[in-house]
């Protein structure tokens, strides 16, 4: 009676993830579809924690187990509320490696009371799982330290030859244990477990800062295969459904991020991006051309007395929290009879998305985003682009320089408006480590400042007009 | 060969389930607008923090005095329930904004 009431709790689980999912991924029920996702998770978790009593087995520890999940419920819902909408890609990182944790500690439970009535496939499940999920939680750690600012990229020669054999290693040993039947020695254990470990590390560090969040999309999708073997070796179909559709679900996931970047999978993950020094769009220093400065005042001004204003939002105004400042010279330029639309690219900021979101914090109006092809028809007749912290999506060599890094990735074609106002802290090139033929056009005028110092002092200046 | 062939015989239902998953997966998600990539992301985060009842059932088995599994089973347990609280807690912050911007317009649609 438990046992068939647990499977209806469990087959509830998985269908919710399942409708979950679908409605997160349309606008109007995205909401709803993560409240289903959630209630299904907690209906499949109560119904473990009541009614899991297989074969007449006592459940211990149940007191031990609530007070875990009060202590990771408190620190979660804590730390989700009060992260800031900025660091949301480092958080949704930080949870993942969590996740991988679970799953790798799982596995060394598993591996260490390892049965003769175990078959090889199950073992294989351990394994997988442990690897996996060390892989995931290391190199989560990793992505988060990238975004957070507080690791750089470190590559060396013959990395790629390193990592690969890492792998190998890995299998081999894995090939070993599952072939040897009973306990497996502590040594072979300890180094397999430090190899794990060691391969997230050295899989995301030579990945640029700016790939994270493919990186991230890709261990999340990790994190569900992980999941997926552990549903395996108990023989639990929730976790297996769920786990699986994460995997699978993430792996598009990823492949369509790297399409909005116009890039492969394979392009990310070697990382030919970061360390490319070769193709001329890359400048050498101290001969990077002539550029205008324009004053705050000048920039007021043609903004005060333009027809119509496209203002191209990117990191700069995330790590400056410029946001609600940006919607206030919006909103001020619109009462002044000016047009004000947002240009979204799709991959401006460090996430896909990542500033319809912060746009949509500071109450911006969905009607004034444009998408990237609607701008596009729009800069012809655009008066001023004010370009805030946004560097690679505006670049021109994407459409014009073949030997470019980006070449081919869809630009924000902001070089058609009359003007170009950019807003950035210096002349330093963006995250992809590549010069920027814009700034130097004869339309661009350079605007140097922190996003939202710039931008309170515009809004004084505006109204002052 | 014999003992793949065994198993696949053994665990149709679960190849079934697997396969049958991997194109829901990719069926479900493949036509998603870039906007909302990253809620994505984070939702399908959250999701796979079902791995949190593989913990609860580790705990669940080991006997009150062994305290190795039980200390990694109660570092799982928490582990896990961070992703699950905090990956669905952090998917709502993110879509209510979504959403705050959708009523603003309607409200000024109604206003006009």
Redesign the interface.
């Known amino acids: 009676m438990q046992a068939s009431i647990l499977a209806i709790c469990y087959l509830i689980g998985s269908v919710s993830f399942i409708i979950g999912l679908k409605m997160l991924s349309h606008p109007a029920t995205a909401r709803r579809g993560n409240l289903v996702s959630a209630a299904g998770m907690g209906i499949a978790i109560l119904g473990t924690l009541f009614l899991y009593r297989p074969q007449g087995t006592t459940f211990h520890n149940f007191t031990w187990i609530a007070a875990a999940m009060a202590i990771g419920a408190v620190i979660g819902a804590v730390s989700a509320r009060k992260v800031k909408m900025t660091a949301m890609p480092e958080m949704v990182s930080l949870f993942n490696g969590m996740g991988g944790l679970c799953a790798a500690l799982i596995s060394i439970v598993e591996l260490g009371r390892i049965a003769q009535d175990h078959t090889d496939m199950h073992v294989l499940s351990i394994l997988a799982g442990m690897v996996i999920g060390c892989v995931s939680f290391t190199g989560s750690m990793i992505a988060y330290g990238k975004l957070r600012g507080k690791i750089k990229d470190h590559t060396f020669r013959g990395q790629h030859i390193v990592n690969m054999a890492v792998l190998l290693l890995i299998i081999a040993i894995g090939v070993f244990i599952i072939r040897g039947s009973g306990a497996v020695p502590g040594y072979i254990f300890y180094s397999f477990l430090a190899m794990s470990i060691g391969y997230g590390i050295l899989f995301v560090l030579p990945i640029g800062g700016a790939d994270m969040p493919v990186v991230i999309s890709l261990l999340n999708s990790f994190t569900g295969i992980a999941t997926a073997c552990a549903g395996f070796l108990y023989n639990n179909q929730v976790m297996l459904t769920g786990g699986i559709l994460v995997g699978s679900a993430g792996a598009i996931l990823t492949i369509l991020m790297c399409k909005a970047m116009n890039r492969s999978l394979t392009n990310v993950l070697i990382g030919s991006f970061g360390s490319a020094g070769t193709g001329s769009a890359r400048i050498a220093d101290g001969e990077q051309g002539t550029f205008r400065e324009i004053s705050l005042n000048d920039a007021a001004m043609v903004m005060g007395y333009a027809h119509k204003v496209m203002i191209v939002p990117g990191y700069g105004l995330a790590v400056a929290q410029a946001q609600h400042a940006c919607h206030e010279l919006g909103k001020l330029l619109q009462k002044n009879g000016v047009e004000v639309k947002y240009a979204i690219h799709p991959v401006a900021g460090r996430m896909p998305g990542h500033m319809n979101v912060l746009l949509a914090e500071a109450d911006v109006s969905y009607d004034d985003l444009l998408e990237l092809e609607q701008a596009n028809e729009e800069f012809n007749s655009t008066d001023v682009v004010l370009i805030l912290g946004a560097n690679d999506v505006v670049n021109p060599a994407a459409r014009d320089d073949p030997s470019s890094p980006i070449y081919g990735m869809p630009v924000l074609e902001v070089w058609n408006a009359k003007l170009v106002i950019v807003n950035k802290r210096s002349m330093r090139p963006g995250y992809a480590g590549i010069e920027n033929q814009l700034f130097f056009q004869s339309n661009t005028s350079m605007l140097f400042g922190n996003a939202k110092h710039v931008l309170t002092q515009l809004v004084t200046l505006v109204k002052e007009l | 060969m014999q ?1 793949l062939l065994n ?1 696949i015989q053994a ?1 149709l239902e ?1 190849l079934y ?2 396969i049958l ?6 069926e ?37 005095d062994n305290y ?3 200390a ?31 009523d ?2 309607s409200k ?1 649609i109604k206003d006009n």
């Open positions: 003992t198993f665990n679960l389930v697997v998953s991997v194109f829901l997966g990719i479900v998600i493949s036509r998603v607008p870039s906007v909302l990539h990253t809620p994505l992301m984070s939702g399908a985060n959250a999701i796979h923090g079902v791995i949190i009842i593989g913990s609860i059932i580790v705990m669940g088995e080991a006997s009150a190795p599994v039980l990694l089973g109660f570092i799982a347990v928490i582990v896990g329930t961070i992703n699950v609280v905090g990956g669905f807690v952090v998917t709502d912050r993110m879509l209510e904004m979504f959403k705050t911007g959708k603003t317009r000024r």
